[in-house]
Structure formats: structure tokens, C-alpha cells
T-cell receptor
């Protein structure tokens, strides 16, 4: 069964350093999502791509976070500089289509970020 | 705006007990409803979904019925197993802030622990 791949699984960094996370969606999935999940909370959407275009980045802290999906396949989420409050699980998800409420999103295993 | 409210945890049950996790929602239009499960250290997995009123989603012995009149989507299982121990998230997919882009909105999650 196809899966969403993410790396690294765990990342420990110091405050003010730069970090990057990588996601490879299920092959053929046009839509890719990045979520942040704070411990004890549900995931919150940071950014959504349709192919290589950003559809929604309204909750992305653009002063320090950036995301790209240059060829419409895999994607990178970057934080620079990292802050203590960025410690969380970063989840990537993909779906086959976009624009239908019935779309199912498939999640990767996540990257657990700890900022010291 | 769209929101999901689910039963506060943690929930602790003995093996073979009956499980109910309550979930209610607020949304514009006709959302699709989902239950996701997150095992320790892993990403989210789709457990079941329902896309219109009175639909019943089911998987692995879990069931939930889309009740539009009570805006609810309660998760039930007749006999839980130790392997069901996980965090369960209720979620809805609906247009966000008057736009046309569908977004997943999650509840805060309910931790279920099943003891032998």
C-alpha cells in the first residue's frame, strides 16, 4: 500500500537555527498539506498545495516558515530561525484531488521537532 | 467558523468493554465527517468517514453515524481490545471562511487506553 514518506522522523535543534523537513506524497496525489500538531491538540493546517501552487497558507507564520513544492511532487517545509514555541509534530498529508469535501487525506508518520 | 468538539479524555476501559467517544460539530453547508486514529509515535490513519446525513461509516468494528439533526458523529465499538489504545480525532471537511477550498478541521483528540 502506498504511503506518504517524511524525513527526518525526529529533529532536535537549538533556538535560532534553521531546520527543514521533507515530504514525498503518495504517487499521483495532486494535493499536499503540511500540518503542525502541538502535544495534546489536533493538527492545524499550515499550508496546502495543489500541484506546485499554494492554495492556502493563511496560517503559515511567513516571517519564519517557508514551504515549496517546486515540481509538484515532493515538498520541503523550512523554519528559520526556529523558536522554542515551534516544538511540535509536523505532519504531511496528501490527497488525490482537491475541492471536494469527500476527499480523504493520507498522513505520513510525521517529524517530531524539539527546539532547545 | 467551522469547529469540532469531542469528548475530553483520557478514557480508560477494560478489554471487551463498550466504547463511545462523543463528537459534535459546527459547520456551514454539508461537511464530510471523519474519524482518524493516531497510535503512539505515528501519524494519523483514517478510521472511517461519512459524507452525507444518515450515512454510517464503519471499519475494524468501529462505527459512527452522521446525524445532521444533532450535528453529531459519535464513535462506537462494541468490544474494545488492548490494540485499540490510541488517540482518536474527529474531523470535518468543509469550505473555510466563505471560500471554496475544503479544509480539515480537527477536534483536540481523545486518548483511549484499554487494559487487559
Amino acid at each position: 500500500e502506498a504511503e506518504v514518506a517524511q524525513s527526518p522522523r525526529y529533529k532536535i535543534t537549538e533556538k535560532s537555527q534553521a531546520v527543514a523537513f521533507w515530504c514525498d506524497p503518495i504517487s499521483g496525489h495532486a494535493t499536499l498539506y503540511w500540518y503542525r500538531q502541538i502535544l495534546g491538540q489536533g493538527p492545524e493546517l499550515l499550508v496546502q498545495f495543489q500541484d506546485e501552487s499554494v492554495v492556502d497558507d493563511s496560517q503559515l507564520p511567513k516571517d519564519r516558515f517557508s514551504a515549496e513544492r517546486l515540481k509538484g511532487v515532493d515538498s520541503t517545509l523550512k523554519i528559520q530561525p526556529a523558536e522554542l514555541g515551534d516544538s511540535a509534530m509536523y505532519l504531511c498529508a496528501s490527497s488525490e484531488t482537491q475541492g471536494f469535501s469527500t476527499d480523504t487525506q493520507y498522513f505520513g508518520p510525521g517529524t517530531r521537532l524539539t527546539v532547545l | 467558523g467551522n469547529s469540532v468538539t469531542q469528548m475530553e479524555g483520557p478514557v480508560t476501559l477494560s478489554e471487551e468493554a463498550f466504547l463511545t467517544i462523543n463528537c459534535t460539530y459546527t459547520a456551514t453547508g454539508y461537511p464530510s465527517l471523519f474519524w482518524y486514529v493516531q497510535y503512539p509515535g505515528e501519524g494519523l490513519q483514517l478510521l472511517l468517514k461519512a459524507t452525507k446525513a444518515d450515512d454510517k461509516g464503519s471499519n475494524k468494528g468501529f462505527e459512527a453515524t452522521y446525524r445532521k439533526e444533532t450535528t453529531s458523529f459519535h464513535l462506537e465499538k462494541g468490544s474494545v481490545q488492548v490494540s485499540d489504545s490510541a488517540v482518536y480525532f474527529c474531523a470535518l471537511s468543509a469550505p473555510h471562511s466563505g471560500g471554496s477550498n475544503y479544509k480539515l478541521t480537527f477536534g483536540k483528540g481523545t486518548l483511549l487506553t484499554v487494559n487487559p
